[in-house]
């Protein structure tokens, strides 16, 4: 819990400075917000990523409890998963700590994230949600059709 908090402020410190010197550049910005995914029986919802193309995640200002937020660059990651998002510019992984933190639904990260648009004409959101501590794994792509972006 202690180890989420201290990444949470250190992640609002840092976006702070680049909500503000993006929005001096004009980029508009929005929270995001999951349409209804639960899941499945006997399953949870254990990874949230979400990739952004010609735009960036730019700040998170809820982490449900026991989970933690870590930022990524697409085109350093390695492995089949992240072969499609070779030219993505921002991601952002939402995992639970132990498992048992586990969630049945996205309503506790609705608006907790928030998105900056740097270049509208090649924009694009996509959140892959999994479980990988079940058994078998279970997951599933939203794309930005199914995302709502919110100011």
Known sequence: ???????????????????????????????????????????????????????RVVGVSRIPDDWYVRTLRPASEFGAEWAEFKFADNAAEFAAGHGVTRLRNLKSLDGAIKVAVEDESCFDIVADIKDDMGDPEWN????????????
């Open 140 to 151: 599933t792509r939203l794309q930005r059709a199914q995302l709502q972006l919110r100011k």
């Open 1 to 55: 819990m202690r180890v989420a908090i201290i990444i949470a402020l250190a992640i609002t410190l840092v976006t702070s400075g680049i909500v503000s010197s993006t929005s001096a550049r004009g980029q508009k910005t929005y929270n995001l917000y999951f349409p209804n995914v639960a899941a499945r029986p006997g399953h949870g919802i254990s990874v949230v990523r979400i990739v952004v193309t010609c735009g």
